[in-house]
């Protein structure tokens, strides 16, 4: 098993910044990716930025310039530092983790999410 606890969200008036962690933790060998993604009320789960070993990095245009995703491979931890916040990046953001356990088989585990909202 693999648990990942998410922390960070909360409200924020838009133009501030939040930071979100995931802390992923259990019988662990690697992590290969690690990502953020986010679900608003009636619309699907859409990507928001993922990180993979080496730092290669992918984001959503919709996030792009204002959102830096960064890992600590060491803490199995991954960030999302968000700035320049939108109204429409309310949502709630799950992280994700895909590696291998020290069994060698394969994982891919979600977090149970952090709510975050933008509004004044």
């Known amino acids: 098993q693999v648990q990942l606890v998410e922390s960070g969200g909360g409200l924020v008036q838009p133009g501030g910044s939040l930071r979100l962690s995931c802390a992923a933790s259990g019988s662990i060998l690697s992590i290969d990716t690690m990502g953020w993604y986010r679900q608003a009320p009636g619309r699907e789960r859409e990507l928001v930025a993922t990180i993979a070993t080496g730092a290669t990095t992918n984001y959503a245009e919709s996030v792009k310039g204002r959102f830096t995703i960064s890992r600590d491979s060491a803490k199995n931890t991954v960030y999302l530092q968000m700035n320049s916040l939108k109204p429409e990046d309310t949502s709630v953001y799950y992280c994700?983790?895909?590696?291998?356990?020290?069994?060698?088989?394969?994982?891919?585990?979600w977090g149970r999410g952090t709510r975050v909202t933008v509004s004044s």
């Open positions: 994700n983790a895909i590696g291998y356990f020290r069994t060698y088989r394969p994982f891919d585990y």
